[in-house]
């Protein structure tokens, strides 16, 4: 899932343009998060993201990782996961084709998975009942592999 450096172009283009708009400053800590966010290759954490940011730049604070993580949420660049009571995660959308998840119960572990049947099979039920489907998300809970 690492996001190729064309699209990291295009999603500081994307947080630019939103902070703007919303009159707020683009700063380079927000830069930073981003970049780090984008650069993770999975599904992550606030407590995650802010770890492996401290790291290298320590002056940047869990409160300012979390409320960029919404910022991106809210411009379009993430996506967030809630999981049942745990942790919610978050993921790339930019460019970022449609999936589902199967998420296991147990350890947590997160797959992606597209099938085509089952989005026709969404389309075909929205139809059958008059519906104009704007966007879905479909979450399987159970056990991975490894923790049968």
């Known amino acids: 899932m690492i996001i190729k450096n064309l699209d990291i172009g295009k999603a500081k283009e994307m947080l630019k343009e939103y902070i703007a708009e919303h009159g707020l400053r683009n700063t380079s800590q927000r830069e930073i998060i981003l970049s780090a966010f984008l650069s993770a290759g999975k599904h992550i954490t606030?407590?995650?993201?802010?770890?492996s940011i401290r790291e290298k730049n320590p002056d940047i604070g869990y409160a300012t990782v979390h409320r960029n993580l919404r910022l991106m949420c809210n411009s379009g660049i993430a996506d967030e996961i809630k999981i049942g009571k745990g942790k919610t995660?978050?993921?790339p959308k930019l460019d970022h084709e449609h999936h589902d998840h199967l998420i296991c119960l147990k350890c947590g572990?997160?797959?992606?998975?597209?099938?085509e049947k089952i989005e026709l099979?969404?389309?075909?039920?929205?139809?059958a009942n008059g519906f104009i489907p704007m966007r879905h998300k479909l979450e399987i809970y159970g056990l991975c592999q490894k923790c049968r």
């Open 46 to 51: 606030v407590d995650e993201l802010f770890d």
């Open 89 to 91: 995660r978050f993921e």
């Open 109 to 115: 572990q997160l797959t992606e998975v597209n099938d």
């Open 121 to 127: 099979l969404q389309d075909k039920l929205a139809q």
